[in-house]
């Protein structure tokens, strides 16, 4: 039953494989963080949608934190480690696509995996599903929706621990028949806030029953944590969202009352603090999400910001040693000095991977982003070269004038085919037709002028008459437009102008520059 109660986890089958039990640890244990890094970068791209190559950098961290080193060797405490992302993904998954069985089997698993591990995962990701509907953006779920997302969730949840009832029930009988009744009483001892910041950096000493928990998972968070809440690209209220968790889980380890319940009301013999690994999976997934935008950050602010952590280190040893603590980390100044070569490290390698000077110094810094004049001018605008004689548009009146010559030779143009079209219907005004406008299979568009009439036959027009080729400008085709419109309103100018849809100042105009007074 001691078996069963710590190797029901999916990983651990591999020890019935071996006889070789070593190596079957170290397998499983290679297994177990290789699923952690894989998982924590799934989420990555599918809840946070960070699709960055750095994301794998994190996944590593996430992998080989201090919480996976330290309690590897206790296999059923790391269970938690990877299925929490797991269990995260599935929950968008069950809100995206309103299906719950992948999930019921997520926690299932991880229910008869550990318990315990089960308990935490249950609780961080409830959590993660109020927090995910309270900062969901772009969507207004009404009441009756979001009871719906609820029962399916509590659902799904009962049908989950059901089916890992059969196994549990049997491991819960045998640790309640355990001497002592088998659950541990607390002892006094509780982490101080200082022990708590310390975690959080490396070369620190580790003990089976020191009541500090395992935070450390590189000094690139810290690095980037910082900025994470100062960062305007994440709305107001999803950052103080996530310091509320944090305060939270912060105060769990402080508070005896807190601690207490999510060890549930069972002081561990070993390995304190055994749900440390939320408050890692939080920091690195806010590093993740943060650290693109670190090229927009002053590399005085970066620089600043490592001081500060360091600085924030000497002053917690300090008070470590002045405080009557009942745990002590015995930080020395060789850690102290190491830590400040890895804030550095870091520094250097950010300000050189992601920062770029902003401004160009003069002029030919410019240039060699530019292609030559002489491979390409087909720049937006050149000024002060006119290659060819063409144009530089170096003024708005010249770009103005340009199009207005643009325009007038299009209408022109215009003018010629329309004229063309009327010269085929046997003089007729352009604009005074009676018939259907005819298609191009039945109209042979040429610059002729057509001498006979068109008489249509059973829809067919035949073209039969002669045609007498002559080049015509446009002067002439607009004076002999006017002299026909005078001519069949007997001279009355009124009529004329309403003829040609043009107006009366302007038929005079041309009367007099033509001279068909």
């Not at 450390?216 to 999803?238: A, W």
């Not at 292609?371 to 770009?399: C, H, W, Y």
Request: charged content about 20%.
């Amino acid at each position: 039953l001691t078996w069963a109660f710590y190797c029901f986890s999916p990983v651990d089958i591999i020890y019935f494989l071996t006889d070789n039990l070593p190596i079957a640890t170290q397998l499983v244990i290679m297994i177990k963080t290789g699923l952690m890094a894989m998982f924590f970068q799934i989420f990555c791209r599918y809840n946070l949608k960070c699709n960055q190559r750095h994301t794998i950098l994190f996944s590593m961290c996430y992998g080989l934190c201090a919480f996976q080193m330290q309690v590897s060797f206790m296999s059923s405490l790391t269970e938690g480690m990877y299925f929490l992302p797991l269990v995260l993904i599935l929950i968008k998954y069950m809100l995206e696509k309103k299906r719950i069985t992948p999930l019921i089997l997520a926690y299932a698993s991880v229910f008869v995996a550990n318990f315990y591990c089960g308990f935490i995962v249950g609780l961080a990701s409830f959590g993660y599903l109020l927090v995910h509907l309270f900062l969901e953006q772009g969507k207004k779920r009404g009441k009756k929706e979001l009871m719906g997302i609820f029962a399916r969730y509590f659902l799904g949840v009962v049908v989950a621990f059901l089916i890992a009832a059969v196994i549990l029930v049997p491991a819960v009988s045998y640790v309640l028949g355990m001497e002592e009744g088998g659950f541990e009483e607390f002892s006094a001892s509780q982490a101080a806030l200082p022990e708590l910041i310390m975690a959080l950096f490396s070369l620190r000493k580790y003990d089976l029953v020191q009541y500090t928990p395992y935070l450390y998972c590189g000094i690139l968070v810290l690095m980037v944590l910082p900025f994470y809440f100062t960062n305007s690209r994440f709305s107001r209220k999803e950052r103080l969202c996530v310091a509320g968790v944090l305060v939270f889980l912060t105060c769990s380890l402080l508070i005896p009352g807190i601690y207490n319940f999510l060890h549930m009301f069972n002081d561990p013999n070993g390995y304190k603090a055994r749900y440390a690994y939320v408050v890692v999976f939080i920091l690195l997934v806010l590093g993740a999400r943060s650290f693109s935008d670190l090229r927009k950050v002053s590399v005085k602010k970066i620089i600043m910001a490592a001081v500060v952590w360091w600085i924030l280190l000497v002053v917690c040893t300090i008070l470590e040693r002045v405080l009557p603590l009942s745990y002590r980390m015995d930080y020395t100044w060789k850690e102290l000095f190491y830590n400040a070569i890895l804030l550095g490290v870091w520094c250097v390698a950010i300000c050189k991977i992601y920062k770029e000077k902003k401004e160009c110094q003069n002029g030919e810094i410019l240039q060699n982003y530019l292609p030559a004049l002489a491979q390409d001018n087909r720049l937006p605008m050149l000024f002060g070269v006119k290659p060819g004689g063409g144009k530089t548009f170096e003024s708005e009146r010249e770009i103005l004038y340009q199009v207005l010559f643009d325009m007038r030779r299009d209408m022109t143009e215009l003018k010629k085919l329309v004229n063309t079209l009327m010269a085929e219907r046997g003089g007729e005004p352009a604009y005074n037709f009676v018939h259907p406008v005819p298609t191009s299979s039945t109209i042979n568009i040429s610059p002729m002028i057509h001498t006979g009439n068109v008489t249509p036959v059973d829809d067919d027009i035949q073209d039969t008459e002669e045609y007498v080729e002559e080049t015509l400008s446009l002067d002439d085709v607009e004076k002999e437009m006017i002299r026909k419109a005078l001519e069949r309103h007997h001279g009355r100018r009124k009529n004329a102008a309403k003829d040609l849809k043009i107006s009366e100042r302007t038929l005079y105009r041309k009367i007099k520059e033509y001279g068909l007074e």
